[in-house]
């Protein structure tokens, strides 16, 4: 017999008619208590299994299906029921005293979700019950509505805890490791909850890192750091250096320091531990407080080099605070002209070595040696190299206009007391910063005349008009031409012209590429007899 058969077999059979608009209030009125007095046998199986919403006869829902199903749809496990189900509606047909528990609650009409009933067939029919102002089909609209919306979030948390509970009973059988890793690398869903024991959690990173996955190592061990403690994952770690460099990288970009400190310590890499824990000092802003921390971290496992650098930064940091503090203090009283005429604009705490020079230069320049604020103490404690000094030094000095400092900077003594200017760095580089600072032009001719290389020479002779050095450049290097071209660019009749006109009076030979002079003695002969102009005046050489 077929399933429709059955069904027309039950209804057909039972006491209980659907509702029709040809019936009575009284017919409706015995209906009601008929059904009130039927026992209901409530199946339990069948119910976990079947998809429904149980409702009363107000549309009110009394049994919510379970969630997870779409509605009509009727779960895996009802089919494992499917026998048990017929057989019940096999039994219903041949007593009107007996109904599906799945059909009706608590004594009241019932509707099945997905099934076919006549209270089904008739709900496009716009029906008003007794006592009541809308409609049924208003009312499965309405119905239709709140069963559709989502869930809430305790719902979905309720079937959270179930899966859970399910997947820690072991009632669903879950992938191996080797299969789960797989999954993982064709983009497949996958669950890591189930592998509870380490040696399963272990084997998970094992086949992660045979694969040379970055992404699913990374993965597995976000797993085991939430699911394992520090001191058993460290242990593990150590003898997989893989998975070790993966998961110092993945703490960097947590910006878990404290873990990352932990984990670089057990595995021995006391020195990268120490830098990490040195870089902290860079956030704190409190003067004392780093003061502190550098102090501590000098007993931290670096070598000689960096723990030297710690110390000097230590150093540095305490010279500072007494100059700041100091020089707030003068400031504020008003007793040096340099901090009225130029107010410092910061503080001086926390910056580099070159920037404390610099502000030493420019407010302590005058002091003596065994001052802390001292230039010359600063060089001598921190080892700063000559060539450095000279250059902040002179930035600072020219920076105030004390052109007496500067040429104070570049003079040194000679074999037989007399004096002659010098420059570590190169008189290329002072006339850059003196020239930065609008030094005086006899200043700026003069260091421009003392650069060594000529080309260098002759292009900042150019750039800052210093007509006497182009001249003289331009006859040591015989380059009759180009002196003819730089006439055309001097006033007329001025004395940069005269001095033109006799260089080239006089035997200057023209500067080109294919020119040839001879012997070696023939071009000593003929260089001793050009001459040298320098600022006007010709002094002839002997010849030999």
Known sequence: MSKLAMEEDY???????????????????????????????????????????????????????????????????????????????????????????????????????????????????????????????????????SSSAPRDMDSLQAENARLTRLLHSGRICHAGTEETVWKMFKNQPYALEPFRCLRDKMNLLDHAVKLHDGNI??????????????????????????????????????????T??????????????????????????????????????????????????????????DHQGIIEHNDKKVEAVGQLAIFKDHPRKASILFMPLVTTLFYCCFYHYGETEGTLSSPANLKKVFKISNKQYLWTALAARSQLHMWEDVNALLTSKGWFGGTKKKALIGFHRVVEIVSKSNAPFTMVNEFVGLVEDAETRLDLALKHKCHCVVIETLCQMKDQQQLREYRKQVEKNSPEEMMIVDALKNSVRPHTPSQTFGSEEDQISSMNRNLLITCGKEVKLGSS
Request: glycine share 6%; with cysteine.
């Open 11 to 145: 209804w057909n059979s039972s006491k209980v008619k659907g509702f029709d608009f040809g019936d009575d209030i009284g017919q409706l009125t015995e209906t009601k208590r008929t059904m009130g007095r039927m026992h209901i046998d409530f199946d339990d199986d069948l119910v976990s299994c079947v998809d429904m919403d149980v409702i009363d006869w107000s549309e009110n829902v009394i049994k919510a299906r379970r969630p997870g199903n779409e509605r009509g749809t009727i779960p895996d496990p009802a089919f494992r029921h499917q026998e048990k189900f017929n057989t019940g509606l096999r039994r219903g047909s041949t007593s009107s005293q007996t109904t599906p528990s799945s059909l009706f609650s608590l004594g009241q009409p019932a509707r099945v979700s997905g099934a076919t009933t006549p209270l089904d067939s008739q709900k496009r029919h716009s029906v008003t019950p007794v006592g009541s102002s809308q409609s049924i089909s208003d009312m499965m609209d309405r119905e239709q509505l």
């Open 217 to 258: 190592i990374t993965a597995i061990l976000i797993y085991l750091k939430t699911s394992l403690r520090k001191e058993i994952l460290f242990a593990e770690l150590i003898s997989r250096p893989t998975a070790v460099n993966h998961y110092v990288s993945l703490l960097r970009k947590q910006a878990d320091e404290r």
């Open 260 to 317: 990352l400190l932990e984990l670089l310590t057990a595995l021995g890499r006391t020195e990268e531990a120490a830098l990490i824990e040195y870089k902290q000092h860079l956030t704190m802003r409190d003067p004392e407080k780093r003061l502190a921390f550098l102090k501590r971290c000098i007993s931290l496992p670096f070598n000689s080099e960096d723990s030297m650098h710690i110390q000097n930064q230590y150093t540095l940091l």
